[in-house]
């Protein structure tokens, strides 16, 4: 027996899989999706861009670019949104969401009716939970890693991520008076130190 593709992958428990299948090509056809498009591999798109994550500002204008590969290559692609790791917006740090972004996307994965899967993401703790993902819900996929963050330009001079961040600090005012009460407290510490 061969292994449902597309929208028949994975069908809803409604007791009955035509009815299922009826469903669910209705509902994408109310999105606007023709029978021949439906008809097609479903090639999923993880998307983890947001508004908490500078790192992958850039994100929609990649996954435009897949939709367009992937339609131009006979697939029907969907992209579908994952939880998201932005190391400065995030307590204590992006680390200790690492493994629930990756089940998260396994889950994603699994759980919808794809045949093979594009992880769109970028950093160190994106990029290896959705491997993870990927991987355990045993899905073929490729990643599309989204490259370093994206410069700036601040007085005329161009700036990277955080290549710059430790060097505009230390001229910051604050850095300045936290090194010289840091200073004032080692100098009265040996001062009185017996």
């Known amino acids: 027996m ?24 209705s509902f994408a056809r ?36 897949v939709k367009r590969g992937v339609l131009a ?16 917006f995030l307590s204590p740090t992006s680390l200790m969401f690492r493994n629930l972004m990756a089940i998260d996307t396994e889950e994603m994965i699994r ?12 950093c160190d703790k994106t990029v290896p939970a959705q491997l993870m993902g990927a991987v355990s819900a045993n899905r073929p996929a490729i990643g599309l890693v989204a490259g370093p963050m994206m410069t700036s330009r601040w007085h005329g001079e161009r700036l990277g991520a955080c290549t710059d961040c430790r060097r505009f600090w230390a001229r910051s005012p604050t850095a ?5 009460a840091s200073s004032r407290r080692n100098r009265w510490k040996t001062r009185f130190v017996c």
Not at 7 to 18: E, F, K, Q, S
Not at 76 to 87: A, D, K, V
Not at 111 to 118: F, I, K, L, N, S
């Open 176 to 180: 300045t008076s936290r090194r010289t």
């Open 111 to 122: 759980a919808q009716p794809m045949d093979a899967v594009v992880l769109v993401g970028g």
């Open 30 to 65: 109310s999105m606007g999706y023709s029978s021949e498009l439906l008809a097609r591999p479903v090639i999923g798109i993880a998307d983890s861009s947001s508004g908490f994550n500078n790192c992958h500002r850039h994100l929609p204008e990649l996954i435009e670019a």
């Open 2 to 25: 061969t292994q449902p593709v597309g929208l028949a992958r994975g069908l809803t428990n409604y007791g009955d899989p035509d009815f299922a299948l009826y469903l669910r090509r």
């Open 73 to 88: 290559m006979g697939g029907l692609p969907l992209s579908f949104p994952t939880i998201s790791l932005g190391e400065v």
